[in-house]
């Protein structure tokens, strides 16, 4: 089955700096990538997805990388804001058939004012 | 148009209890889905189901049973609560192919 693996497992930038957050998977034939946000106490929510016929896909202050060659995708926050601290989770799936989606194991991404 | 919806949103029950959490969604999706959630982890996936009448076990099925009676509703039984199943449940829906991912507001679940 798939595997999809994080990194980094927490993440502390000042406010306005950058942040990156990597994530790798394991079965070649995923081809849809969400990322997910869950501050804390509530729901994880989708806040961009990426289809693999895509290389780059942007958000306002969000974007999300895929390299297919290298079986790894990121997300890429600008501008970090006190309110993009959160959870943030990646998970991949196969949209071709009832593939379930798999979850990577979290980014805290603490956003210092 | 509620989405997922959870009930009840807390739970205390006593070792060697059972109970039922609820998940409905009215959006038609296709696939449902059910995760615990416990401190400084992921998402782990306890069961799974691809339409009515059709389940599977995730990662973590152990002490839950599932059913899918109806593409709406989509319960988690816990069998006889232990304390290492004191966590938080997440139900999740979405069309097949997994695009639209939707979470209901959890469940948190505490064995005592």
């Known amino acids: 089955g798939e595997n999809v693996e994080q990194h980094p497992s927490t993440l502390s930038v000042q406010e306005g700096d950058s942040a990156v957050i990597k994530c790798t998977y394991s079965d070649s034939a995923s081809n849809y990538f969400p990322w997910y946000k869950q501050e804390l106490g509530k729901r994880p929510q989708l806040i961009i997805d990426i289809r693999s016929n895509v290389g780059e896909k942007k958000d306002q202050r969000i974007a999300v990388t895929l390299n297919k060659t290298a079986k790894h995708f990121s997300l890429h926050i600008t501008e970090t804001q006190p309110e993009d601290s959160a959870v943030y989770f990646c998970a991949a799936s196969n949209s071709g058939g009832y593939q379930k989606v798999t979850f990577g194991t979290g980014t805290k991404l603490q956003v210092i004012p | 148009n509620a989405g997922v919806t959870q009930t009840p949103k807390f739970q205390v029950l006593k070792t060697g209890q059972s109970m039922t959490l609820q998940c409905a969604q009215d959006?038609?999706?296709?696939?449902m889905s059910w995760y615990r959630q416990d401190p400084g982890m992921g998402l782990r996936l306890i069961h799974y189901?691809?339409?009515?009448?059709?389940?599977d076990q995730g990662e973590v099925p152990n002490g839950y049973n599932v059913s899918r009676s109806t593409t709406e509703d989509f319960p988690l039984r816990l069998l006889s609560a232990a304390p290492s199943q004191t966590s938080v449940y997440f139900c999740a829906s979405s069309y097949p192919d997994g695009v639209g991912y939707t979470f209901g507001s959890g469940t948190r679940l505490t064995v005592v």
């Open positions: 959006m038609n999706h296709e696939y």
């Open positions: 189901s691809v339409g009515a009448g059709i389940t």
